[in-house]
């Protein structure tokens, strides 16, 4: 099985981020640039750091730029993104049928495009506030389907949500983050799981950002979590 590691590689330098890819790089499967370094740096700044890992072959990219707006302007940023060829985009289900559709139309078809369902910021307090009464479990398995039925390759979900969810879309690519390694700092992530335990529950791709990021040792930190898969 490929590496399903993606490390998150959240920062706004460009020198740091080459320099925990180049070193990660033999122990993960891919990358992940998210809001953060892409308001920052843009798509000449992804490609630096894309270029810069030392390996013979790149690691495949994952743009977490969780596209939402109409239609046409979805459209438009996912072709303007097209030179990047990411591996894996992120739009948010809640921008619709016909939205999530037409990225995935714009999309390169190499391209894994997946909805971001129900952010794990957001408890059911907020959704109620937001309209949804029926909280979080549910509302992410309604834009599930929405997704499913746009032509979308999967869903980004939590890793409590991968079993029930991939129960319902066998074939579906489940990007799960919380993922902490046994005894690591949890930070601000609320309902984690081990990376051994997500991928037995249906992840199919692990983004782990600080238990990699922030260890003394990115690379032994990749490499550990790596071996324990
Ligand atoms: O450092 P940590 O492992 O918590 O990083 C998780 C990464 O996954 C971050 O880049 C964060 O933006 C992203 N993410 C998340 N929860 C989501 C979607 C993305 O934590 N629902």
Do not use: Y
């Amino acid at each position: 099985m490929a590496n399903p590691i993606f490390v998150a590689v959240d920062t706004p330098d460009i020198a740091a981020a080459r320099a925990l890819v180049a070193a990660v790089a033999p122990h993960v499967g891919g990358v992940k640039l998210g809001l953060e370094f892409f308001c920052a740096h843009g798509a000449a700044g992804v490609a630096a750091v894309m270029d810069g890992q030392g390996l013979p072959q790149k690691l495949p990219l994952f743009l977490d730029l969780k596209l939402h707006d109409i239609p046409n302007t979805v459209a438009g940023a996912v072709r303007s993104l097209a030179p990047l060829a990411p591996a894996i985009l992120t739009v948010h289900a809640a921008g619709g049928h016909a939205m999530l559709a037409a990225a995935r139309a714009a999309a390169p078809s190499a391209t894994r495009v997946v909805a971001v369902t129900v952010l794990t910021s957001l408890d059911d307090a907020d959704l109620l506030a937001a309209g949804v009464p029926d909280g979080a479990a549910v509302q992410a398995a309604r834009l599930a389907q929405v997704t499913r039925g746009a032509g979308l390759d999967g869903i980004v979900c939590s890793p409590h949500e991968v079993a029930a969810v991939k129960a319902a879309w066998p074939d579906g690519l489940f990007v799960v983050p919380g993922v902490r390694p046994a005894g690591s700092d949890v930070g601000d992530q609320k309902r984690v799981m081990t990376p051994a335990a997500a991928l037995a529950a249906g992840a199919g791709v692990l983004v782990i950002g600080r238990p990699i990021t922030g260890a003394p040792d990115p690379a032994a930190a990749a490499a550990a979590i790596a071996a324990s898969l």
